[in-house]
């Protein structure tokens, strides 16, 4: 089971949104795997950095942005550092997960890297996968998870997660 929400491009909502449901769904009790992102705000005049929590491991944050100077436009994603937070939420599907929440589903996954593995991997052994997409990847997205995916309204996606693991225990 794959599901995916998208929100309006509004800096941060999905980011937010999946952090809000991986807190609950671990105080209820189910063991995730995957990672959610943190945006801090570094002021008017820098862009955020972003952090990436995986989830279900004791280590600390990644740092997955790079400053790359005032009036850059290139990725500031460091992709040897979303590596290794995609290595690291691997360990934690290994030891076994109950749902794997992506903080989303983006130009890097779209290239082949990133968590595109952690997903691919988390349905081929039947683990229920929630993922952010923002629109301008729906058609990469489209591309790699076939019929596979489902949308989520944002709104109902803390029910899907908890649906979606309890069907998984149940089988």
């Given amino acids: 089971m794959l599901a995916y929400v998208t929100l309006p491009d509004t800096p ?12 609950t769904l671990a105080a209820d009790g189910l063991r995730l795997a995957g990672a959610v992102q943190t945006n801090l705000d570094r002021g008017a005049d820098c862009s955020c950095d972003m952090d990436l929590t995986v989830l279900g491991d004791d280590g600390p944050p990644i740092r997955i942005s790079q400053s790359l100077g005032n009036g850059s436009s290139g990725c500031r994603v460091d992709g ?9 939420a691997a360990v934690v599907l290994d030891r076994g997960a109950d749902l794997v929440i992506v903080n989303k589903f983006g130009k ?27 629109a301008r990847f729906a058609g990469p997205f489209a591309n790699f998870a076939g ?12 029910d899907w997660c908890r649906q979606a693991a309890a069907l998984r225990a149940a089988a």
């Avoid at 941060?12 to 807190?23: C, F, M, Q, S, W």
């Avoid at 019929?147 to 803390?158: H, I, K, M, S």
């Fill in 12 to 23: 941060g909502a999905a980011d937010r949104l999946l952090a809000d449901i991986a807190e």
């Fill in 80 to 88: 040897g550092a979303l590596a290794v937070a995609a290595g690291r």
């Fill in 108 to 134: 890097i996954e779209a290239e082949g890297g990133g968590f595109r593995d952690l997903i691919a991997g988390a349905l081929a052994d039947g683990i229920p996968v929630l993922v952010a997409v923002a």
């Fill in 147 to 158: 019929d596979l995916a489902r949308p989520v309204a944002p709104d109902a996606a803390l």
